[in-house]
T-cell receptor
Framework: GAVVSQHPSWVICKSGTSVKIECRSL??????MFWYRQFPKQSLMLMAT?????????EQGVEKDKFLINHASLTLSTLTVTSAHPEDSSFYIC?????????????FGNGTRLTVT | AQSVTQLDSHVSVSEGTPVLLRCNYSSSYSPSLFWYVQHPNKGLQLLLKYTSAATLVKGINGFEAEFKKSETSFHLMKPSAHMSDAAEYFC?????????????FGTGTRLTIIP
């Protein structure tokens, strides 16, 4: 079945550094990918929609200059947390539909736990 | 606007007994509804989905959910809980315009199974 691979699964970084998270669709092409953020014991909140070959669409309240999204190919989207701070520590999850059609299933990566010290 | 309300943040059941996780939704369109499960530090796995076909939806691992328009509910059920069912469960709604493009997640229900 369709698989979305997310890397790394966990990362610890120092405050002020940048961290890149990769999301790959392994056996299908994804013109759209979604990035979610999940705080401990809370639900998932959509951060942005990544579009292959064009700019990402950010949800209200999400800083686009802080969370840089690049979707350079049909199988890879990256989220870069720039100048990370402890409040950016969270669980980041990507997802991709197997086809842009009504109710095609979304497949989720296993998530990346980011800890900023 | 669309939203889902998961009525219980935490449910505990004994192994072998029925499971009921409650979800109510609000949507301006004919909604698509989903239940996802998340094990600790893992991504999400789709349990089942409703997309205006049969109102009783069967999913994986013995779970099923019933769509009740009159009650705006989409409760998740399983006849007999297993230890491996312990996880976080999310009820999710997607509006009818674009299917899966934007999902709205409920706040989640943590299911604990008592041996």
């Amino acid at each position: 079945g369709a698989v979305v691979s997310q890397h790394p699964s966990w990362v610890i970084c120092k405050s002020g550094t940048s961290v890149k998270i990769e999301c790959r669709s392994l056996d299908f092409q994804a013109t759209t990918m979604f990035w979610y953020r999940q705080f401990p014991k809370q639900s998932l909140m959509l951060m942005a929609t990544s579009n292959e070959g064009s700019k990402a669409t950010y949800e209200q309240g999400v800083e686009k200059d802080k969370f840089l999204i690049n979707h350079a190919s049909l199988t890879l989207s990256t989220l870069t947390v720039t100048s990370a701070h402890p409040e950016d520590s969270s669980f980041y999850i990507c997802s991709a539909p197997t086809a842009i059609s009504y109710n095609s299933p979304l497949h989720f990566g296993n998530g990346t736990r980011l800890t900023v010290t | 606007a669309q939203s889902v309300t998961q009525l219980d943040s935490h449910v505990s059941v004994s192994e072998g007994t029925p499971v009921l996780l409650r979800c109510n939704y609000s949507s301006s369109y004919s909604p698509s509804l989903f239940w996802y499960v998340q094990h600790p530090n893992k991504g999400l796995q789709l349990l089942l989905k409703y997309t205006s076909a049969a109102t009783l939806v069967k999913g994986i691992n013995g779970f099923e959910a019933e769509f009740k328009k009159s009650e705006t509910s989409f409760h998740l059920m399983k006849p007999s809980a297993h230890m491996s069912d312990a996880a976080e469960y999310f009820c999710v709604v997607s509006d009818g315009n674009f299917g899966n493009e934007k999902l709205t997640f409920g706040t989640g229900t943590r299911l604990t199974i008592i041996p």
